[in-house]
Nanobody, 123 residues
Framework: QVQLVESGGGLVQAGGSLRLSCVASGRTFSTYAMGWFRQAPGKEREFVAAITWNSGLTYYADSVKGRFTISRDDAKNTVYLQMNSLKPEDTAVYYC????????????????WGQGTQVTVSS
């Protein structure tokens, strides 16, 4: 069992920045691939970004490429999502998720999920 706790969400104006954090329990964090997903009101949850277990590869949704950066600190059991140039359409609840080793962009591939953190971008 892996527990995930997200933080860092909030209200920000368009063009601003936020950094989300997700802390995972467990001694084998370095073997986890981590993903960020988001769900806007009335919409299905969608992929945002993911990073492989050794930080060798990262993946981004087209809608956030060039604006968001995913990174990890295995010493702190933490994955980050740096979000710059935020837009109102980035407003959503952001979730982190974990699976072993290989990152994917498919929600169904992930085994454990956090409770989410709200990000609201005002225009």
């Amino acid at each position: 069992q892996v527990q995930l706790v997200e933080s860092g969400g909030g209200l920000v104006q368009a063009g601003g920045s936020l950094r989300l954090s997700c802390v995972a329990s467990g001694r084998t964090f370095s073997t986890y691939a981590m993903g960020w997903f988001r769900q806007a009101p009335g919409k299905e949850r969608e992929f945002v970004a993911a990073i492989t277990w050794n930080s060798g590869l990262t993946y981004y949704a087209d809608s956030v490429k060039g604006r968001f950066t995913i990174s990890r600190d295995d010493a702190k059991n933490t994955v980050y999502l740096q979000m710059n140039s935020l837009k109102p359409e980035d407003t959503a609840v952001y979730y982190c998720a974990v699976r072993k080793f290989i990152a994917t962009m498919k929600e169904a591939d992930y085994d454990y999920w956090g409770q989410g953190t709200q990000v609201t971008v005002s225009s």
